[in-house]
């Protein structure tokens, strides 16, 4: 069974402030996803990284995939307040046999 | 609207009593997933339907928990003699499903259902 980790566990910071998060797995996945939830929605998708060393940007949010496709980044520059929620990677195998998420990491930008 | 909808958004229920939740998944998405989160913690597996195939139901806590899709849409999951324990948010989720690298494809989540078990 492949397994994600993700830290921190929480995170508060204060608005303008930068910040990474990480997920890691001792597994190679396919692809990573990272998803946002807010509170009393579903998560949400931000990106997908499929390719090892992949580098994507969604304005202020730059999503990095490790090169052997065992962990990845995301780092928020200039947070603000309405960045807050519950950050959670998930990732799938080579096979499509089994896609896990991470326990999530909990964020929260003070004004 | 087109996302996944799930009801009710809320189910207050006495503890030995059973519950269904139902996912209506987003048109089209051959894959469909359900979910429990916990307060504060991240989302556990639970079941997952693909097409025609058989479901994979390895993340179900018991089997007093079921689930059944019908015609390749409409999912409902049943608990049976609920527990304290089953208190939680059940998540839907729906996909366009397997091909190859399916693990690419995004879930699309419905907001929950808030279930309370006194």
């Known amino acids: 069974t492949q397994l994600l980790e993700q830290s921190p566990q929480f995170l508060s910071i204060q608005e303008g402030e930068n910040l990474t998060v990480y997920c890691n797995s001792s597994s190679v996945f396919s692809s990573l996803q990272w998803y946002r939830q807010e509170p009393g929605e579903g998560p949400v998708l931000l990106v997908t990284?499929?390719?090892?060393?992949e580098v994507k940007k969604l304005k202020r949010l730059t999503f990095q995939f490790g090169d052997a496709r065992k962990d990845s980044s995301l780092h928020i520059t200039a947070a603000q307040p309405g960045d807050t929620g519950l950050y959670l990677c998930a990732g799938g195998d080579n096979y499509g046999q089994n896609f896990v998420f991470g326990p999530g990491t909990r964020l929260s930008v003070l004004p | 609207g087109a996302g996944v909808s799930q009801s009710p958004s809320n189910k207050v229920t006495e503890k030995g009593k059973d519950v269904e939740l139902r996912c209506d998944p987003i048109s089209g998405h051959t894959a469909l997933y359900w979910y429990r989160q916990s307060l504060g913690q991240g989302l556990e597996f639970l079941i997952y339907?693909?097409?025609?195939?058989?479901?994979?139901k390895s993340g179900l806590p018991s089997d007093r928990f079921s689930a059944e899709r019908t015609g390749g849409s409409v999912s409902t999951l049943t608990i049976q003699r609920t527990q304290q324990e089953d208190s939680a948010v059940y998540l839907c989720a729906s996909s366009l499903g397997h091909q190859k690298g399916w693990g690419n494809q995004p879930q699309h989540f419905g907001d929950g259902t808030r279930l309370s078990i006194l």
């Open positions: 339907f693909q097409g025609n195939s058989a479901p994979d």
């Open positions: 990284v499929v390719t090892g060393g």
